[in-house]
């Protein structure tokens, strides 16, 4: 078992990355915030919605647009993979929506049915196409953020940009002579990212109407079905661009789990999702330093901090946690049996 | 002892494979491919291990899939799926190969963890059903993933865990078919056993527990024959996909048949045959992993289903719609000679085709085209060269029910539920055609037998409906209630 | 059917005209011709599945219709969103959702405010003395988890009122709430009248709707009878609305269903 878990080195796990290792270091946790947060921003509609699962589905559908640009041979450009993402994510929710309503399926199954057939033709088609067995079903299934191609995008700045950036934290890295030097995923990330958070900031409104209410959303003119499915065209879009470096199921994690873990802590929208943005922050480091420590897949590594962010906020949630709750019951017990009963019946 | 077919049905099934290969190897004579006539030729253990794998899975998926279908759980089982990864990794490191019984055993354990992790988030959080399912998934498989890739970098490692995230059939082995064997009949035999249980809970829970039936335990049993089903598919279509075994031959069968033991058996066959056509398929081809192809096969089988079932198939509905508005287009020709012979007093017996098309507003082709359909069914015949219809006593009938049909309703809709009368012509358009000879008795009698529509006309009467084998020629004819 | 028709200059607030609704081909509503006069108070009565739930959610063009129109001020809903006030039935929202008291009523405002506007001080204020007349302004810092039924109810009542509408769509607002929530709903109803506002509530208790309505609607798939209260709380009407004297018509919806 000694193997399964190599020795802790503080200085070569966790100081290393960030003196010697920084240049792609800082690329890979970049982009797995991005990711964390351009999702987990999402996916906090989605949990409102309940709609977790179909997010699930649309990130494993991805897959089908892909293959079918691969075989197509189309180049695999940004604007084809969006295409391809946004046709794949269409194509879901109307199968999802002709089986459901043509036969005595339900909901659940129709899910079911249509993601794996997709994500099972995506995988034909890909390996079909690459003739190589198992390069790119890994890449699918889990991604590598180490992959992700470094310091190919150029900038050139002028003298007083250069000046102004010179000052900024690990302007190394970034910063080679006059020139802007960055990984083009990541800043194409970046910009998927913060195009959620503008949405998200500028349709605050009609979000949350639409989803508390949406009886209440009509009639204060506010169309569900088109919010519904720009949501869901946002949800192909962010999971295309998230494919490469987490992969088709990691994904989903990223969807729900700081989204999720944000509803353990806090009763309120917006700071559910100022939390959402730390849960991605803070995983995307733990993870990263977990998975130099293991040696093992980034993106998995993202996730398995994600998830122990939940257990901890499960655990010690000021409300709802599973201690407050274990401690409200013991001292509930204390009490009289009438004042057990006049108390939650107010709470009801 | 119902459950005594069941098992005897799925011992045939195995006992028929042979026999059912047989057939297939027929067909492979006219095949060119090598490689299709060495799967045929089953000289190959690896083939025959693969196919009675996927026969296997099939049974196992299909029968617990039955289930989950039906209690709307597909979801649960794609979660279930997902979880046993971790399980898979860690029953690998237990000696380092790939041991069967540890893999099975971490597996199964997994599974039963994040079952029981999702049932616990959503007892103690506000998170609701879908995310818990949705956080189970990721994460289980998240770990499973982080292990995987660190076994792989392990010293000592032979390798080829990837192929419990696609599924290989070749892979598979001796020791693997005897597992997935002794894991199969299990699950057969309880499901056989206890088949009024899990029907009963399946169905209403509540119910079932009121009844005294130990519904945990059934829903435990449920969730532990599940994983084992997951773990009996995993070799062959991975874990990514192991769900969609689960759900899509069930859902296929859930359009088919409306019997529980039919779904169950269906599901079974469904997945025999996608699991066996999958692992056909992937012996043809060098890089293309199995459970994808299994999964396609169980689509088409799906497809299959939602077209062309007989009962809930998108195709017969459609056909039946068309010949129903086929009968509501020839009722409404029947209604329009029996109005033109009303203008007419009854005089006479024919109409021309032309007062036909003025009545209708058509043209005469689409009034011919009509007629044509009512002599096609034998509700009239054409006269003067084909220019003039007459009813024959069929159709005669029919006409009166319908104008009958169409007067008591409004009729009633105008006396009964006070609607304006001239608010209800389009609705009794519509109820003519569906209303069932006990309703319009029900009709009579709240109508007190009444003989004239709304509208000052005569209802036609019981007499004009038996008597209608020489209707015409006097304007008494059509009597109503009153000679009654 | 004795419809009020009063003319006047403006349109009547809420006009049906042969309105048929059915859900999965099942009819709910059949043939409904209606016309509400301003600044009443109407209860709808009928039994369970009579469709006044419909009845309401087709007014909102919420429902597509089968056949016939709804006007609203005579128009179609569409142009009028912002005159109508809806308050839903308490079940049909997450009350678990990440928003407080004052969230909820504040979406109230929203249909005054643009694109990317957020609520101002002035729709703060309005809020507030929404929340102040139902007696729930302390609680307006509550996540709605933590509330009664009642409460719950009345925070729907007091977005309803920030919405400032003219007429108010009310779905069950009586259904398992207290007593004190129960008057406080009807002083409100009763202002809200007074103020010239137009207000449908579905009701489902027979012996109050007699106090609480100045005029009622007895709804069974069709208008039974529409008035006020004391020509229309008459045992015949009331024995032909919820008696079986119209057992053919849903046995017919029900042939409708299976044969199409």
């Known amino acids: 078992m000694n193997e399964l878990l190599p020795v802790f080195e503080w200085q070569q796990h966790v100081i290393a990355p960030w003196t010697t290792g920084l240049k792609s270091t800082l690329w890979i946790v970049l982009m797995g915030f991005f990711v964390a947060t351009a999702c987990g921003l999402l996916g906090n509609y989605l949990i409102l919605r309940r709609m977790a699962l179909v997010g699930d589905a649309i990130s494993h559908s991805v897959l089908a647009g892909i293959g079918v640009a691969v075989v197509l041979a189309l180049q695999l450009d940004t604007a084809t993979l969006f295409i391809a993402a946004l046709a794949a994510g269409m194509a879901t929710t109307l199968i999802i929506e002709i089986i459901h309503r043509y036969t005595r399926v339900k909901q659940d199954a129709a899910i079911g049915i249509a993601f794996t057939s997709l994500f099972a033709l995506g995988v034909i088609l890909i390996s079909f196409k690459s003739g190589k067995v198992h390069i790119d079903t890994e890449c699918v299934l889990y991604g590598e953020v180490a992959l992700v191609p470094l310091e190919n995008f150029h900038l050139s700045l002028t003298p007083a940009l250069v000046g102004a950036i010179d000052k900024l934290p690990m302007s190394e890295v970034y910063l080679r002579g006059n020139e802007l030097v960055m990984a083009p995923d990541v800043v194409r990330m970046g910009f998927v990212a913060l195009a959620v958070a503008l949405l998200v900031w500028v349709f605050y409104k009609e979000l949350l109407v639409s989803s508390f209410d949406p009886a209440l959303a009509f009639s204060l003119g506010i169309n569900a079905t088109f919010v519904h499915y720009a949501l869901m065209a946002l949800l192909s879009v962010v999971v295309v661009s998230a494919f490469e470096s987490v992969g088709a199921i990691l994904v989903v994690a990223m969807l729900i789990l700081p989204g999720a873990t944000a509803h353990l802590l806090s009763a309120r929208l917006p700071v559910i999702l100022a939390l959402t943005v730390l849960h991605a922050a803070l995983g995307t480091l733990l993870g990263f330093h977990l998975a130099t420590w293991l040696n093992c897949s980034i993106a998995g590594a993202f996730v398995v901090a994600g998830m122990a962010l939940f257990l901890l906020a499960w655990l010690l949630s000021p409300h709802d946690g599973l201690l407050a709750q274990w401690h409200r019951r013991r001292n509930l017990k204390l009490e009289p049996p009438e004042e057990i009963s006049s108390t939650s019946s107010a709470g009801n | 002892m119902r459950h005594l077919p069941l098992i005897a049905g799925f011992c045939l099934l195995a006992a028929a494979m042979p026999v059912w290969a047989d057939r297939i190897g027929d067909i492979s004579e006219t095949s060119v491919i090598e490689q299709a006539k060495r799967f045929f030729s089953f000289r190959d253990p690896s083939v025959r291990y693969a196919l009675i794998g996927s026969v296997l899975l099939g049974i196992s998926c299909g029968l617990m899939g039955g289930f989950i279908v039906v209690r709307k759980m597909a979801l649960f089982g794609d979660t279930l799926s997902h979880a046993v990864l971790p399980g898979v990794a860690l029953g690998f490191l237990w000696n380092m190969e790939k041991d069967p019984v540890a893999i099975f055993i971490g597996a199964t354990l997994a599974g039963l963890l994040g079952g029981a992790m999702v049932a616990l988030i959503r007892q103690t959080t506000r998170l609701k059903e879908d995310t818990a399912l949705g956080i189970v998934l990721a994460s289980f498989f998240a770990v499973g993933i982080c292990l995987l890739t660190r076994i792989q970098k392990m010293p000592g490692n032979k390798g080829g865990l990837d192929e419990f995230l696609f599924g290989s059939a070749a892979s598979i082995g001796r020791s693997d078919i005897i597992l997935m064997a002794v894991v199969t009949s299990l699950a057969v035999l309880l499901v056989g056993l206890f088949y009024k249980e899990f029907l009963v809970t399946s169905f209403d829970a509540a119910f079932a527990r009121a009844a005294g039936f130990p519904v945990n335990i059934i829903n435990y049993a449920l969730t532990l024959l599940l994983a084992f089903s997951v773990v009996v598919a995993l070799r062959a279509v991975g874990v990514v996909l192991v769900s969609a075994m689960l759900i899509t031959p069930a859902a296929a069968a859930y359009l088919l048949t409306d019997r529980m033991h039919r779904l169950l058996g269906l599901a079974a066959l469904f997945g025999v045959i996608s699991g066996a056509v999958g692992a056909f398929i992937s012996f043809l081809t060098t890089n293309i992993p199995t459970g994808p192809l299994m999964v396609v096969a169980a689509t088409m089988v799906f497809a299959l289903a939602f077209f062309f079932g007989p009962h809930h198939g998108v195709l017969m509905r459609w056909w039946r719609q068309k010949s129903r508005s086929a009968r509501v287009q020839r009722e409404n020709t029947l209604k329009a000679v029996y109005h033109v012979l009303e203008a007419r007093e009854f005089d006479g017996e024919g109409v021309s085709l032309r007062e036909l098309a003025e009545r209708r507003r058509e043209t005469l082709d689409e009034a011919r085209a009509q007629s044509d359909a009512l002599c096609k069914h034998h509700m009239a015949t054409l006269h003067d060269d084909g220019d003039a219809i007459h009813l024959t006593p069929e159709g005669w009938q029919r006409a009166c029910e319908i104008v009958r049909n169409h007067r008591l309703w409004e009729l009633y809709l105008t006396n009964e539920a006070n609607i304006a009368p001239d608010h209800v012509h389009e609705d009794a358009e519509i109820i003519e055609h569906v209303l069932g000879e006990e309703t319009v008795r029900e009709l009579e009698r709240a109508l007190n037998h009444a003989t004239r529509d709304p509208h000052g006309r005569v209802i036609p009467g019981l007499a004009d409906l038996v008597s209608g084998s020489t209707p015409f020629g006097s304007p008494e004819t059509v009597t109503g209630y009153t000679s009654r | ?260």
């Open chain 3, 1 to 260: 059917m004795s419809v009020n028709v009063t003319k006047t200059v403006e349109p009547p607030p809420l006009e049906f005209h042969d309105l048929t609704v059915a859900y999965h081909k099942r009819p709910v509503l059949w043939g409904i011709d209606l016309e509400i006069p301003k600044g009443q108070l109407v209860g709808i009565i009928g039994p369970n599945g009579a469709g006044k739930s419909t009845l309401i959610k087709a007014a909102m063009g919420l429902l597509q219709l089968n056949s016939g129109w709804v006007k609203v001020f005579g128009e179609p809903i569409g142009k009028n969103l912002k005159r109508v006030g809806y308050v839903p039935q308490r079940e049909s929202v997450d009350w678990d959702f990440p928003v407080s008291v004052m969230d909820v009523v504040l979406m109230g405002r929203y249909g005054h405010l643009g694109l990317m506007r957020r609520p101002s001080k002035k729709d703060r204020n309005i809020a507030r003395d929404c929340l102040e007349k139902v007696k729930m302004l302390p609680y307006a810092n509550r996540q709605i988890s933590n509330l009664s039924g009642g409460q719950q109810q009345r925070v729907f009542l007091a977005r309803a009122l920030a919405q400032e509408s003219d007429i108010y769509f009310m779905d069950e607002p009586f259904a398992g709430v207290d007593a004190a929530t129960e008057s406080a709903i009807v002083t409100i109803l009763h202002e809200l009248k007074a103020k010239g506002k137009t207000l449908l509530v579905v009701h489902h208790d027979l012996p109050t709707a007699k106090e609480y309505f100045d005029s009622l609607l007895l709804l069974n798939m069709r208008v039974v009878a529409y008035g006020p209260t004391e020509e229309v709380f008459k045992y015949d009407l009331l024995q032909s609305t919820y008696g079986g004297r119209l057992t053919i018509l849903s046995e017919v919806a029900e042939a409708v269903r299976e044969k199409s």
